[in-house]
């Protein structure tokens, strides 16, 4: 997972963990998407502390952590508080980057 900065907050397209150090369901979530990015073998996700980014918190309305932010045609699109599983996940990532599924051959 690579680290949020300005700029790519600024992008029309990404998919943003966010987070807290101290908690402990952040840390089984964070365990789940650094498993996509294993199989993948990319970065997908970005990743933010939540509580160095209030002012991002509350201009985009994200009610507790862990949260999957998605923007997609520069809009949010969709913001997940609840990660059941790892087929979950996939299940998202299937609406908003299908270019992970598409055999490359």
Not at 12 to 24: A, E, K, N, Q, V
Not at 27 to 51: G, K, P, Y
Request: aromatic share 10%.
């Amino acid at each position: 997972m690579e680290k949020a900065t300005k700029d790519m907050l600024q992008a029309d397209h990404y998919i943003l963990f966010i987070h807290s150090p101290f908690c402990g369901t952040c840390q089984l979530a964070r365990s789940m998407l650094h498993q996509i990015e294993e199989v993948h073998q990319q970065d997908i996700f970005l990743e933010m502390n939540a509580s160095l980014h209030p002012s991002f918190m509350q201009e985009n309305k994200i009610e507790s952590v862990p949260c999957l932010c998605i923007k997609d045609q520069g809009q949010i699109k969709e913001k997940v508080y609840v990660f059941h599983s790892i087929a979950n996940i996939y299940h998202i990532l299937l609406q908003y980057e299908r270019k992970l599924f598409v055999n490359s051959h």
